[in-house]
């Protein structure tokens, strides 16, 4: 038989909306196509059939599998089935694996009774499909030959690995995990030719940070702050992937890459610039002289 020509294939965990909708577009303008994992009912199924709609409309193939991405088994049977189709006889390579599984348990670790309490199964459950994931997907992916030398591995992290809300403690311990799996893998798999990297996004509008209590205040304070007087978008992250993706950019690895517009770089009051507190007594009681650029 003879042998078709490789073909690129980018695997999104949590393809269906947000951060991975918008990268599974993007990708497929830049040539691969779209092996996605995601989970939806019957109410959302809509918007997933309109993305593939679209890309396919750029040209790509795309297999996108409703299933339990943290599901050992399920997780098997995926590859298995991607393998059948598509690896024997056109030697596809997954080129990009991303991980942006967003789904966990919002509760205090401790509560202010045993009722409000973070269950064992809930916190087991958070870190299994926000981090450990990352590392069974990757290990099933290198056993079968699909990652290889010029796969760039993204996990999807946000400033919950180091800052803490009421209720987002399991959350945050998973972003934590899943920063620190980046970096081990970087180390393991560079020699292999792969890289990995997190990508940090600032405050973004998706249908997971619309289930994180308080999400509409976080909003706002992410606009009040950055320094493009906007949030960020999926499509940011998006086109950071891209950026990333291109030849030359091997040795970034390893890393946590913040995509925010400075957004995190700036002190909670929300203030980008002294000259806002121009008129503001306490300058004038001030030794700092906003005038003075010497």
């Not at 999104?12 to 996605?36: K, T, V």
């Not at 946590?256 to 300058?283: C, F, H, M, R």
Request: hydrophobic share 40%; charged share 20%.
């Amino acid at each position: 038989m003879t042998r078709k020509p490789g073909t690129q294939w980018a695997l999104i965990l949590g393809a269906s909306s947000g951060f991975g909708a918008a990268a599974a577009r993007e990708l497929s303008r830049h040539g691969y196509n779209i092996l996605g994992v995601h989970l939806d009912r019957q109410a959302t199924m809509p918007g997933v059939q309109k993305l593939i709609r679209e890309i396919e409309a750029n040209g790509r193939q795309t297999v996108f599998y409703n299933e339990n991405a943290a599901d050992e088994h399920k997780r098997h049977k995926i590859i298995d089935d991607f393998v059948e189709r598509f690896h024997r006889e056109g030697r596809a390579e997954v080129k990009v694996l991303m991980h942006s599984l967003a789904f966990g348990t919002l509760r205090p670790l401790v509560g202010r009774n045993e009722g409000e309490m973070i269950k064992k199964t809930q916190l087991e459950m958070t870190l299994d499909v926000m981090a450990n994931s990352l590392v069974y997907w990757t290990q099933d992916m290198v056993r079968r030959d699909l990652l290889g030398r010029g796969s760039r591995i993204f996990a999807m992290t946000s400033d919950g690995a180091n800052l803490n809300l009421p209720f987002y403690g399991a959350v945050s311990a998973a972003k934590a995990a899943l920063e620190s799996y980046i970096r081990q893998l970087a180390i393991e798999l560079g020699p292999r030719g792969i890289n990995c990297n997190a990508i940090l996004a600032g405050v973004t509008e998706t249908p997971a940070l619309a289930k994180i209590p308080g999400a509409r205040n976080m909003l706002y304070a992410a606009v009040a702050k950055n320094p493009f007087a906007r949030a960020t978008t999926p499509e940011d992250v998006a086109q950071a992937m891209i950026a990333l993706l291109q030849p030359g950019t091997e040795f970034i690895n390893g890393n946590t890459i913040g995509v925010d517009g400075g957004e995190s770089k700036i002190s909670y009051v929300g203030q980008k610039s002294p000259w806002q507190y121009a008129d503001l007594n306490l300058l004038n009681e001030s030794s700092w002289d906003p005038t003075d650029v010497s």
